[in-house]
C-alpha cells in the first residue's frame, strides 16, 4: 500500500467517526426535546382552560356578572396619585 492510500484510509475513519458522534449526541438529546415538548404542551393546554382569578367578592357570581362588575371596574378612573 502507498502512503496515498493509508492517509485516504486514515482520513474517511476519522471523519466517519466525527460523524458518528455528532450523530449520537444529536440522538441523545431527542428525548429531553420531546419531555420539553410535552411540558410546553401542557402548560398552554393549561394556560388556554385558566379561568381568571377571582377577586374578593366574586366567589358566588355568575359568569355574566363577573363580566359587568369586570366592566364597571373598568369604567372608573384609576386613583391620583399624591
Not at 500500500?1 to 471523519?15: F, P, Q, R, S
Not at 440522538?27 to 404542551?41: F, K, N, Y
Amino acid at each position: 500500500m502507498n502512503d496515498a492510500t493509508i492517509i485516504a484510509v486514515l482520513a474517511v475513519a476519522g471523519v466517519l467517526s466525527i460523524v458518528l458522534f455528532s450523530l449520537k449526541g444529536l440522538l441523545d438529546q431527542i428525548p429531553d426535546v420531546l419531555d420539553a415538548a410535552g411540558r410546553t404542551r401542557e402548560a398552554w393546554l393549561r394556560l388556554r382552560r385558566a379561568e381568571p382569578p377571582l377577586r374578593a367578592g366574586d366567589e358566588e357570581q355568575s359568569p355574566g356578572q363577573q363580566v359587568q362588575r369586570g366592566r364597571r371596574d373598568q369604567d372608573q378612573e384609576p386613583p391620583v396619585a399624591a
